[in-house]
């Protein structure tokens, strides 16, 4: 037997997936913060941060489009 998601039950493991994306962005820009409150950043840490920043916001941006393509 095959069981095929709905487009609702897309949409809600689309909208988890953009969810976790947000708690994680959320946490990295904290994690920045925290970075660059201390006298000495260390610069490895604060490109690697920014570098995971960006990579989550093209995963949203890329579920976002997908989200749009099962809403149609």
């Known amino acids: 037997m095959t069981y095929e998601l709905t487009n609702q039950e897309k949409i809600e493991i689309i909208n988890q997936h ?4 947000n708690y994680s962005l959320y946490n990295l ?3 920045l913060k925290e970075e660059q409150a201390i006298d000495n ?3 490895d840490s604060v490109s690697s941060i920014n570098q995971q920043i ?3 916001t093209s995963k949203k941006s ?6 749009e393509l099962v809403t149609e």
């Open 18 to 21: 953009i969810k976790n994306l």
């Open 29 to 31: 820009q904290i994690s």
């Open 41 to 43: 950043p260390n610069q």
């Open 54 to 56: 960006a990579d989550n």
């Open 62 to 67: 890329a579920l976002i489009a997908e989200l």
